[in-house]
């Protein structure tokens, strides 16, 4: 196809006119096409040159090779060089040469444009008879050359990176900027083009418009614009990226990492590398490697995520090549001056993780000769750079490159399994899961590091691997659950809270073991010995803490024996709760695989963890003493733990006696003071409840309660208070059965030692039972009953204050209701108790009992009225209650 061609310079008159015009021109171009073209090629020769040059002079001056856009969707590429002076002998003539090449057409053999530069196919006269000759091809000049270009771009070599950005960005659209190049000679400018449009994907290089010269580049409308120094400035115009090749070149490093490895590709003399990469970084970074180019960091992450997505697609004698250059070189090696980096020294891209896609890729798809470089040169940068530690096996290293590896990691290795500022079953897991591949020993290690995970698990500090949900390669491992809160604090003391039955085992939210714990523990005896050892120590310390976070836990106690205590922790979430507690002993006891005779450590593990913030009751700890014997007790260290258990029961608790008096008789001189009182105390009660035939009641309780070495708790003196009373009034304890028989009236002795006392605590519990429903139902339905009650309660006036307004008001508020509701009968057989008593005793209780006058008046001789009617109702009470609940 011939191109339609254009010639234009100044010229003679002649039908056209005279002056600067089209001299000669294609038949069939429309003059719309001229007008538009002579805005293209026109001419302004360089200030600084000189106004009337000679021909030598004439060869210095640039030479304006454009290639433009233009409305119709064609392009022109023109070529206007200074010719000086015109026919008239005016200077400042010029001759521009064009092709037009319509849309979609291309230059012969589809050559580049700026492959024209300098071609011998531009004239620098109009042809003589006026009709442009035919071009069929362009002949390249030798400056365009490849061994030209090379040396051209490795003399440019600070600049290449800065420029390709800009291309890159302008081509892709990214930056509509026109880039303005300016150099001594236009001939530098075509140049920088032809550097550009190598690296550009052939169509783009296609549709690059450029111009090697202008004296006006504000005006240029191609997207290369090349100027000299003295054209005019473009200043801080935003329209422009300007690479001033006459100035120093700017020291700000360029983050593009296509345009670094174009500029290295270049500057390595092997422009043929553009050639199959399609304008990518992947396959571009891919083959400079193999070529043996040494590339920034960003660059070889480039090629190693390329790699990794078309695996399967390099062959064998690239694949090699390529993982020999990635894995050359060691991590260790770098820095400022190190090829992977930027000028300031910092990482361009995250070359590490993109190595270890590739190998994740590759490994055990590739033979290990091959795939084995990339894992040691990953595993290495890993361990040094504090990287995600690759999960590689026994196949994915050669043996030389596994002692090599060894060697240099070492150190590293041991150092990151003791680093404390890690959560040991993270990353130091996995450094020692890297240490068993390469055959380093830390035995050493292993104590203190096994320490740290089993308090990293009992107090809840997450790992790194605690982010991650999933299984175990393995599948030990369950998805991971996040933590709940723990108690890791000193030892959880029962007692603390005394509630007796208020809760059994401790169940907290347990920390599910990472599936890289649960292999190492499976795959590392060694370790699994020392972890477990750990877990026990602090188990035993403290059972509820580590039994709330380890119970459910998945941890594999049964791959080894012993550790009891870890064992009763772990198997702690599947005991029962509540109910059968005394048999929750034993099941917790059971699964420590030994027994508390032999280790009487487990006694008390199994204490804390059934009773973890309360007590056994007074049976429970009743049965466990008499079970176990006290030497098991004494040598677990769980004596005081039964004695608190005696001394906590409630006052309803009918083995809390029985227990105070085994722990008595096991422990006589093993007790401290302030539990011996209190115990005997407890033990006295259970006397007095059983009618034991013992005297001197309240001077005994007294003499105890005064003598003890501290405080008596106070479930401890209500008990023996409310048996005392219980004792004094001839009625039975709460616990026994309805129909016991009657117990024997106390002594005169005693009730005296009561009311001489003027005890608060005892004369209180002596009211209150005094007010009870088995008081209360025997005074109904016993006439002697009656009587007896009344000669205690109308006893001893004026002895003490206190007894005095506890009688009368046992007097008025519970006997009075019940001996005017008694039958007639009733009354009757109890006047004649009083009777067989003594006769004053009859009169007093008549008088007492008359109304009217006589009877108010002997209520003041006896009491009433002193204190009772401004006393609030108690529960119980016999009257019933009165308006605004008073009697």
């Known amino acids: 196809m011939s191109l339609a061609q254009l010639h234009y310079t100044s010229a003679p008159p002649g039908p056209d006119g005279s002056g600067f015009r089209f001299t000669a021109v294609s038949p069939g171009v429309p003059p719309t096409l001229l007008r538009e073209a002579e805005q293209l090629i026109g001419y302004e020769p360089p200030r600084d040159l000189p106004a009337r040059p000679d021909t030598e002079e004439l060869k210095r001056f640039p030479k304006a090779f454009s290639f433009s856009e233009l409305s119709d969707g064609g392009t022109l590429l023109s070529r206007s060089v200074y010719t000086g002076a015109d026919y008239s002998g005016r200077w400042g003539n010029f001759h521009a040469h064009a092709l037009h090449l319509p849309p979609g057409a291309r230059l012969p053999d589809g050559a580049l444009p700026i492959t024209a530069w300098e071609s011998p196919r531009w004239a620098d006269a109009t042809p003589p008879d006026g009709r442009p000759r035919p071009v069929d091809r362009f002949e390249p000049s030798g400056l365009l050359r490849r061994d030209g270009l090379v040396a051209f771009a490795r003399s440019r070599a600070d600049r290449l990176a800065a420029f390709f950005a800009d291309l890159r960005a302008l081509a892709e659209e990214t930056d509509t900027r026109q880039i303005v190049v300016v150099e001594h000679d236009s001939a530098d400018v075509a140049q920088w083009i032809a550097l550009a449009c190598a690296v550009l994907p052939r169509e783009r290089a296609h549709r690059l418009t450029f111009t090697t010269y202008t004296r006006r580049p504000r005006q240029a409308r191609q997207q290369i614009v090349g100027a000299l120094p003295s054209s005019e400035p473009v200043g801080h115009d935003h329209r422009f990226r300007v690479h001033d090749c006459t100035a120093r070149a700017d020291a700000e490093p360029v983050t593009d990492a296509w345009a670094e490895v174009c500029a290295r590709v270049w500057t390595a003399g092997r422009p043929e590398l553009f050639h199959d990469s399609s304008g990518d970084l992947g396959p571009l970074a891919v083959a400079a490697l193999v070529d043996g180019i040494a590339l920034r960091a960003d660059g070889r992450a ?56 590739l190998l994740a890729r590759l490994d055990g798809q590739v033979p290990t000769a091959v795939s084995a470089p990339l894992a040691a040169r990953v595993l290495d940068s890993a361990v040094r750079g504090r990287g995600p530690l690759p999960p590689l096996g026994a196949g994915s290293l050669t043996p030389p490159l596994r002692l090599e590896l060894a060697r240099d990691l070492a150190p590293a290795l041991r150092h990151g399994i003791a680093d404390p500022t890690e959560p040991a079953a993270g990353r130091p897991l996995d450094l020692l899961r890297v240490a068993d591949l390469l055959d380093v020993d830390c035995t050493d290690a292993l104590p203190e590091f096994a320490g740290r995970i089993a308090r990293d698990l009992v107090s809840g500090r997450p790992s790194d691997r605690d982010a991650a949900v ?26 603390q809270r005394p509630a007796p039955g208020a809760a059994a085992y401790v169940v907290g939210a347990p920390a599910v073991c990472s599936p890289a714990l649960l292999d190492a523990v499976h795959g590392h005896p060694a370790l699994r010995t020392a972890l477990f050892g750990a877990l026990d120590a602090l188990a035993a310390a403290n059972p509820p803490g580590v039994a709330g976070r380890l119970a459910g836990s998945g941890l594999p106690v049964s791959l080894a024996p012993g550790f009891p205590h870890l064992r009763m922790c772990v198997a702690a979430g599947g005991a029962r709760t509540g109910g059968d507690r005394y048999g929750g002993v034993h099941e917790v006891l059971r699964t420590a695989g030994v027994s508390p005779h032999a280790d009487p450590g487990v006694l008390r593990t199994a204490f804390h963890l059934v009773w973890p913030d309360g007590l056994p009751t007074g049976e429970e700890a009743s049965l466990l003493l008499s079970e176990l014997g006290s030497d098991a007790h004494r040598l677990a260290g769980t004596r005081d733990l039964l004695v608190e258990a005696a001394l906590a029961a409630a006052a309803d608790d009918p083995a809390a006696p029985v227990l105070a008096a085994d722990l008595l008789r096991c422990f006589t001189a093993e007790l401290p003071p302030a539990h011996r009182a209190p115990l005997l105390l407890l033990e006295y009660a259970g006397l007095l409840d059983t009618d034991q035939d013992v005297e001197g009641w309240v001077r005994h309780v007294l003499s105890l309660r005064d003598g003890a070495a501290g405080p008596v708790p106070g479930p401890v003196t209500q008990r023996v208070y ?90 008025s508020k519970v ?20 009777r067989r008593i003594g006769r004053g005793r009859l009169d007093a209780y008549r008088a007492w009992n008359r109304p009217g006058a006589l009877g108010r008046l002997a209520d003041r001789l006896t009491g009433r009225g002193q204190r009772g009617d401004r006393q609030a109702t108690w529960y119980g009470d016999v009257e019933p209650p009165g308006e605004g609940g008073r009697r």
Do not use: K, M
């Open 470 to 495: 999933g299984t175990s390669p393995s599948g030990h491992g369950p998805e991971h659950v996040p933590p709940g809160p723990a108690d890791p604090g000193g030892t959880a003391r029962p007692g």
């Open 302 to 357: 480039a090629a190693a995520r390329w790699a990794a997505d078309h695996a399967l697609a390099p062959a064998e004698e690239t694949l090699t090549p390529l993982i020999a250059a990635l894995a050359g070189g060691s991590s260790g090696d770098t820095g400022p001056d190190d090829p992977r980096y930027s000028p300031t020294g910092t990482p361009l891209d995250d070359e590490p993780a993109a190595l270890a896609a």
């Open 815 to 834: 006997l009075r209701p019940v001996v005017r509701t008694l039958p007639a009968e009733d009354r009757s057989e109890v006047e004649e108790a009083l």
């Open 722 to 811: 409310d048996a005392l009373a219980r004792r004094l009034l001839a009625v039975a304890a709460p616990e026994s059965a309805s129909y016991a028989p009657p117990r024997p009236p106390a002594p005169e002795s005693e009730l005296y030692a009561l009311a001489r006392s003027g005890d608060p605590g005892l004369l209180a519990a002596y009211e209150r039972v005094g007010r009870g429903d088995r008081v209360g139902e025997r005074l109904r339905t016993v006439p002697s009953y009656v009587a007896a009650c009344f000669c205690d309660w109308s006893a001893y006036p004026q002895t003490h204050a206190a007894w005095e307004a506890t009688r009368t008001t046992l007097l």
